[in-house]
């Protein structure tokens, strides 16, 4: 089955600088790679994904980048505000089912 | 935050004791799911469910069972046989011709004592 690696496990940056979280996958048939931010005590929503046919995505201040040839895929937050400190999932689906990573914790420091 | 809710917030639970975790949606959506969350270990899949009265298991179902009777539920029996109950469940949904996304409920946590 689908296994996903995320990294780092927690990550702290400075207000206004920007956060990058990493995840691998094993499947070269996964095709759809959403990620999910998870604020203290509240459920999960999804932010942002992207599809095996594109290699980038934005919306504001986030982007996801896609490397199928290398089975990877990043999580890039520009401009960060202390509303960004969550726990972040990567995931990925080549179909119903979604493998998640273990999550990271990110922290902002004002 | 409506759409789908799981019922109730907290739990306690006695060591031995079967319990049911409640999950409902108004979505219209056909997809259902059940991930536990335990700290560090992201969101693992107990069962889902793709159609009523279908459901598949998912990567740890030793100890947990499920049924769905109508499209709107998708309850989650905890049995005796789950050697570590305590955790935080997750309840979603998902259209099931749609890209993937789920939409999860607020969670359960379930403590066993």
């Known amino acids: 089955g689908e296994n996903v690696e995320q990294h780092p496990s927690t990550l702290s940056v400075q207000e206004g600088d920007s956060a990058v979280i990493k995840c691998t996958y094993s499947?070269?048939?996964?095709?759809?790679f959403p990620w999910y931010k998870q604020e203290l005590g509240k459920r999960p929503q999804l932010i942002i994904d992207?599809?095996?046919?594109?290699g980038e995505k934005k919306d504001q201040r986030i982007a996801v980048t896609l490397n199928k040839t290398a089975k990877h895929f990043s999580l890039h937050i520009t401009e960060t505000q202390p509303e960004d400190s969550a726990v972040y999932f990567c995931?990925?689906?080549?179909?119903?089912?979604?493998?998640f990573g273990t999550g990271t914790r990110l922290t902002i420091i004002p | 935050d409506g759409g789908i809710t799981q019922s109730p917030k907290y739990l306690f639970r006695k060591e031995g004791q079967n319990v049911t975790l409640s999950c409902e949606q108004n979505?219209?959506?056909?997809?259902m799911y059940w991930y536990r969350q335990d700290p560090g270990q992201g969101l693992r899949l107990i069962y889902y469910?793709?159609?009523?009265?279908?459901?598949q298991k998912g990567d740890i179902a030793e100890g947990y069972s499920v049924s769905r009777e109508k499209k709107e539920s998708f309850p989650l029996t905890v049995t005796s046989a789950q050697k570590n109950p305590t955790a935080f469940y997750l309840c979603?949904?998902?259209?099931?011709?749609?890209?993937?996304?789920?939409?999860f409920g607020p969670g359960t946590r379930l403590t066993v004592l």
């Open positions: 979603a949904s998902s259209p099931r011709l749609s890209h993937n996304e789920q939409f």
């Open positions: 499947d070269s048939a996964s095709n759809y």
């Open positions: 992207i599809r095996s046919n594109v």
């Open positions: 995931a990925a689906s080549m179909g119903e089912k979604l493998t």
């Open positions: 979505l219209n959506h056909d997809a």
């Open positions: 469910s793709q159609i009523v009265n279908d459901f």
